[in-house]
């Protein structure tokens, strides 16, 4: 149960890391985020 727990946390923590990343690369303000 905790390593699923784990894993999906880390599967949301990924995705979000990857949207402020992309929305970075778009010339996205600090603020925006």
Not at 5 to 30: C, F, M, W
């Amino acid at each position: 149960m905790a390593k699923v727990n784990v894993y999906i946390s880390n599967e949301v923590h990924n995705k979000i890391t990857a949207i402020v990343e992309k929305r970075r690369q778009e010339g996205a303000r600090d603020k925006d985020i």
